[in-house]
């Protein structure tokens, strides 16, 4: 294999278009030597500044918990060394706007750039599939344009008024672990803000409590509602929160120490989310 | 988006185990993370998964991570980038495409461009990208956004899968021959 034959292989590893057996080779040969390695990194760099031109997308909220839950216990490998030359600086805040590069202009490149860009918008324009029924999932921009209709008035026969449906006060939320079985089931009524938790799994090992949490992007970490499952039946109360954010909240129970965390947050694995789903359909118009 | 020098100070927090940094990182830049993920897989509980396993990979192996080598936010995506590759690699794509969760939703994006400004590298590469040939154009860029295998990109481009392996492979070598003789 020829020099360039290295380096092409190498540069189609990092853009993705090998088969699965040769990335195997690819990684094997980066394992074995570092200069292959090197070469790799190289085109990752060269590749990489591509990623500025993907809009942002939020993760579901509850995926946080999950990597958290997954961290516990890991120890990181080894500390990061930091040459001289290279500038650590302490963010002062999260910004989640997107990025903003200052540069430099250079006309003489910036006719190519103008040309390719539209090639760029052109890939991007294909769009992602996702399901249709979690449009919150799109950034802005991509999100379905909200239809209005027109609907033209009979001067005749007025229409007869109609009612607003009911919102439904009742929301039900089956909190498990992914697909297995169900193990808390909460009522909560909106309006009134209860809830009732009902206890399906079995009762909490000796020495540890189940506290249930609410989790909403309005605040940045998640909300103890206290301890449930000791009895079946447990009221914990949402008297705090309004509506809107009872309603759109992530409900989590993690397994903490008896008596529950004492830090605020989650200390134990997040074992059961779930989200509230209608209880009661609202009536055909 | 944190510049580089805040990414870089929280990798080295994370690195010796502060969980409050490992937070800040990714509230930084999970958005941006997903944003790539999802395009190669189209998926949401493949892109969860992928996800996952990258920040905790990153949580692991942040001390790893070499300043002088590349950007943090390059890094970070090169890990997510590289298991999505991975897992649609592993699986044929026809049975991704005939699952119901995965469907295509032709979307009217705006300019993505018109907002934003580009570091001098990307404009560099963009300006290489340009150099050639408008099909190859669309051939990189497809396999690095979307993750296309080299049997999609034969599909979209309609063209033979044998001429799909040496154009990338010469549009590769062309585009690093033009970003070192920039």
Known sequence: MTDEDFDALAAEYVLGTLTSEERDTVEQLAAKDAGYADRIAAWERRLGTLEAMVDPIEPPVELWMRIRASIVEIRPDAALRLPEVVEAVAPREILDDGNVVVLSQRVRRWRMVSTLTGAVAAVLALGIGLSRYQPDMLPTALRPPVRTQIVEVVRQAPPAPVPPAPTPARFVAVLQRDASAPAFLLTVDVDKRTLTVRRVANAPESGKSYELWLVSNKFPGPRSLGLVGGAEFSKPTLASYDPATISDATYAVSLEPAGGSTTGAPTGPVLFTGKLVEAVPPPAP | ?182
């Open chain 2, 1 to 182: 988006m944190l510049t580089a020098p805040e990414l870089l100070w929280l990798l080295a927090a994370v690195a010796k185990g502060d969980e409050a940094a490992f937070a800040r990182l990714y509230t930084a830049t999970r958005a941006k993370l997903y944003g790539v993920v999802i395009r190669i897989l189209r998926r949401q509980d493949l892109t969860d998964e992928v996800i996952q396993e990258t920040y905790l990979k990153i949580w692991r192996s942040a001390g790893q991570f070499d300043p002088l080598r590349a950007a943090p936010i390059s890094w970070m995506v090169a890990i997510a980038r590289n298991r999505a590759i991975d897992i649609i690699r592993r699986r044929k794509e026809t049975s991704i495409e005939e699952e119901p969760q995965a469907m295509e939703v032709a979307t009217d994006s705006p300019d993505p461009l018109a907002r934003r400004e580009l570091s001098e590298e990307l404009q560099r590469l963009l300006a290489c990208i340009g150099r050639l040939p408008a099909e190859r154009q669309r051939l990189v860029l497809l396999a690095y956004y979307n993750g296309y295998s080299r049997e999609r990109l034969a599909a979209e481009l309609d063209t033979p899968i044998n001429t799909i392996k040496t154009w990338l492979r010469r549009s590769l070598l062309d585009v690093r021959e033009c970003l070192e003789h920039d």
